[in-house]
């Protein structure tokens, strides 16, 4: 009778023991213990993206190197907030340990990153971020002043300082699309821009088709104009392939931020004299090591702290829990080809 009340107890507490383990992740806990893999969301802004799918090969690069780290890609197929809800839902009933997310939306997304975080789940937006409500840090490719800057400088060297010039974007609510056109138009108010004169601003969504359209209607609609701005790697691809079918290579130049080896052809055609981007390999790199710090407690992961980079080093969080990765780096028929044979 003894031998049986102690098996009978043995197996009780191993129920117990099982409905524990069931339970939702507390805030602040570890993830990963035991030995198991630390998961890891990546979710963009949308699949197919040239720029996200080098930011996954970062955020692989990372993970190898972190040992215990599983990448989970993911991402609707056409940039929604509607779409990114639907798959943050899903990762929660998942029970990742943390998401690193491109906002199609800043505030639309906060109420499920909320609840992501209120089942301890880490949540860092990069690129486009997120309110600050929804997530622990937001990690900013480079500086947006001189992301702001750097482009209407391309464009003015482009057109010799004088001329329309237009901005075409990716979606009207993508955060650091906004934070960077502001920046653009401040700056032309410079003395040094005096020549130059902002005729419209239209968004693509982020689709190739769309941007298209929209490039092709700025050049139709603006017989002077000189040069468009593209800070989307969608849109500057799509304005540069409406130049050349305009037949306008040489009357108008199309810059902003696009990937190498999407623009290696555009320069060689004449249509961008010089762009500019971060290297999206280090982006999904860096996101990835500043998740992993979150996820362990590291006692610097917080507002006025600073996380570890690996190989891209420290990243300072200012006290809004914003780090810059690096600033923009120029490409022009001088290293374009070496770099497109990278990203």
């Not at 960077?180 to 130059?196: A, H, N, V």
């Not at 800070?231 to 305009?246: C, L, Q, Y």
């Not at 996101?287 to 917080?302: E, L, M, R």
Request: hydrophobic letters at 45%.
């Amino acid at each position: 009778m003894k031998r049986r009340k102690i098996i009978l107890a043995t197996v009780v507490a191993g129920l117990f023991a099982t409905v524990a383990g069931c339970g939702e992740k507390k805030a602040g806990a570890e993830g990963g213990a035991g030995g198991e893999k630390i998961r890891i969301a990546m979710v963009v802004k949308s699949l197919g993206n040239g720029f996200f799918d080098a930011a996954h090969a970062g955020a692989n690069d990372a993970a190898k190197e972190l040992k215990n780290v599983e990448i989970i890609y993911t991402g609707p197929t056409t940039p929604s907030a509607e779409g990114q809800i639907e798959i943050i839902n899903s990762l929660i009933s998942q029970k990742v340990d943390a998401i690193v997310i491109s906002a199609n939306d800043p505030n639309a997304l906060v109420p499920i990153t909320k609840k992501a975080m209120a089942r301890g789940i880490k949540v860092v937006s990069f690129d486009s971020g997120l309110a600050k409500d929804g997530r622990l840090m937001q990690l900013n490719p480079s500086n947006a002043q001189l992301i702001g800057e750097k482009q209407i400088q391309m464009a003015s060297d482009a057109i010799g300082g004088k001329g329309e010039i237009a901005i075409l974007s990716a979606s009207a609510q993508a955060t650091n699309q906004n934070i960077w056109i502001g920046i653009m138009k401040d700056t032309l108010t410079k003395p040094e821009y005096s020549g130059m004169k902002l005729v419209a601003t239209v968004y693509g969504d982020d689709q190739s088709d769309k941007s298209y359209r929209e490039a092709i209607g700025l050049l139709r609609s603006n017989p002077n104009l000189k040069a468009i701005i593209s800070p989307t790697t969608v849109g500057i691809n799509a304005a540069s392939k409406a130049v050349v079918d305009e037949k306008l290579v040489g009357k108008v130049f199309v810059t902003g931020l696009g990937l190498p080896s999407e623009m290696a052809g555009h320069v060689k055609s004449g249509a961008v004299r010089e762009f500019a981007i971060w290297n999206p390999i280090d982006l999904g790199y860096a996101v990835t090591y500043a998740a992993y710090d979150f996820v362990k407690a590291a006692p610097g992961a917080k507002a006025g702290g600073s996380v570890n980079a690996g190989r891209m080093g420290a990243i300072a969080i200012d006290a809004n829990g914003e780090g810059a990765m690096a600033a923009p780096f120029v490409y022009d028929k001088g290293n374009v080809d070496k770099f497109s044979k990278i990203f």
